[in-house]
């Protein structure tokens, strides 16, 4: 299958980190794949530019609760620290990144993003990386963690922060190739 046949997840909420959101995205439809914005917030969400200054307001396109994994080829979690913090909380978005793990599919997450993979027990024994300040959270949970640029461990893609973007859709794209 080529990227273009390919149906990407974007779980995310209010707080989410903009470019974080937006850079993958737009690569991803560029290379003609289809992505939806999942959330359990309803209606729009409004994204930052780091964690105090507004950005712009996206549209969910449906509620993690309604969303299974068996729609998507991968999932995108992208940072912030206030999306990266509530995500963690929503049982429905904890399920959904457990289901995409069980089913072996592409899951990317970038700076803040990793924190519900802890939440989701799905990183015992993985390498990655993520913001540094996850890196106790991530341990904790089993994680080889690494300071780098872009880790790929499987099906599994994470990055550190915004100026890691580039590598990190570059392998979300290979990934999906």
């Known amino acids: 299958m080529a990227v273009s046949d390919k149906k990407v997840a974007l779980v995310l909420t209010k707080g989410v980190e903009q470019v ?13 794949a289809s992505t939806t914005l ?8 409004q994204a930052m530019n780091g964690d105090w200054q507004h950005a712009d307001v996206f549209d969910v396109d449906l509620p993690v609760s309604q969303a299974k994994a068996g729609d998507y080829d991968a ?13 963690r909380l929503d049982e429905n978005a904890v399920a959904l990144v457990k289901d995409f793990f069980a089913a072996n ?4 997450a970038i700076c803040h993003g990793p924190w519900i993979l802890a939440e989701a027990d799905v990183v015992r024994g993985r390498t ?7 890196q106790t959270d991530l341990r ?5 963690w690494v300071d780098s640029e872009v880790v790929v461990d499987g099906n599994l893609i994470t990055s550190r922060n915004p100026g890691d973007l580039d590598a990190f859709t570059k392998a979300l794209l290979d990934a999906l190739s």
Do not use: Q, W
């Open 75 to 87: 999932l995108v979690l992208p940072g912030g620290t206030l999306n990266a913090d509530s995500l």
């Open 140 to 144: 904790n949970a089993g994680a080889d």
């Open 38 to 45: 999942i959330s359990p917030s309803e209606g729009t969400l």
């Open 20 to 32: 974080e959101l937006t850079k993958p995205r737009e690569a991803l439809e560029k290379a003609g």
């Open 105 to 108: 599919k592409t899951v990317a």
């Open 128 to 134: 990655m990386t993520s913001y540094k300040s996850l």
